[in-house]
């Protein structure tokens, strides 16, 4: 029966969608401990700093759909991100094709026809603003075509309801371990909502090794997300 409910939710798992992403303690948080494919998530960044990091962690998800190849679109308006840099998150460069679109509505009008593409893996798409009507499109479509949508809100108006499946946001958080330089990237990973499943925060690092998560807070995320949204 559960089974049945999620897949009237959106959760059409495939057999060879079944396998983990590699995400570590994360993907406890989904139905099935198995990060959704077919199915678009959401990540809100509210500043360019917070916005790196999404990018980064957006960075991180995709090389691990893309581990066996393939190929994804990058779409938005006024895209800042920095092609050569992805390989560190284990992506050639090549295997992903940029759309720079010059109006907010014509990437959101690009992002839901490559959505329809079985012929890709995923597709991460920089909009600001969406409507519950356009990510339930958004929803359809990728429930025909198999693609996972990362769709990555800049600074939204509203914190309104959509159609996805989950709802991120990262920022920075120092990294841990001795490293020279700078070292690697650090990020306060908070998944504030998830359908059917339990939101979660995490302090993790990125290096070349994967991710690593220092720490699994305890307070609830979704707790503290709805006081913020009282307040």
């Known amino acids: 029966m559960q089974k049945q409910i999620l ?7 495939q057999p060879g969608e079944q396998a983990r992403l590699g995400l570590e303690q994360i993907e406890d948080a989904f139905p099935d401990k198995v990060f959704p494919r077919a199915a678009v998530h959401e990540w809100i960044s509210e500043s360019p700093t917070d916005a790196s990091c ?14 066996k190849g ?7 308006s006024g895209c800042t991100i920095f092609p050569p840099a992805l390989k560190m998150f284990g992506i050639e460069p090549e295997q992903i094709l940029f759309i720079d679109a010059t109006k907010a509505k014509d990437a959101l009008w690009a992002v839901e026809e490559a959505l329809k593409c079985n012929a890709l893996t995923s597709v991460v798409g920089e909009i600001g603003e969406l409507s519950f009507n356009d990510s339930r499109r958004l929803q359809l479509a990728v429930e025909q075509s198999r693609v996972t949508g990362l769709i990555h809100r800049h600074m939204p108006k509203s914190l309104n309801a959509l159609a996805c499946v989950s709802r991120w946001k990262i920022t920075p958080a120092p990294g ?6 700078v070292g ?12 059917n499943g339990k939101p979660g925060e995490w302090l993790m690092q990125w290096s070349p090794a994967g991710l690593t998560i220092m720490e699994q807070q305890k307070n609830s995320t979704q707790e503290s997300y709805n006081q913020n949204q009282v307040a």
């Open 70 to 76: 393939g190929y994804s679109l990058w779409i938005g």
């Open 7 to 13: 897949s009237l939710e959106g959760h059409r798992q």
């Open 54 to 67: 999404t990018n980064g962690f957006i960075s991180v998800i995709l090389g691990k759909l893309m581990l």
């Open 176 to 181: 841990f371990g001795t490293f020279p330089g």
């Open 184 to 195: 690697f990237p650090g990020w306060k990973v908070q998944l504030l909502k998830v359908r």
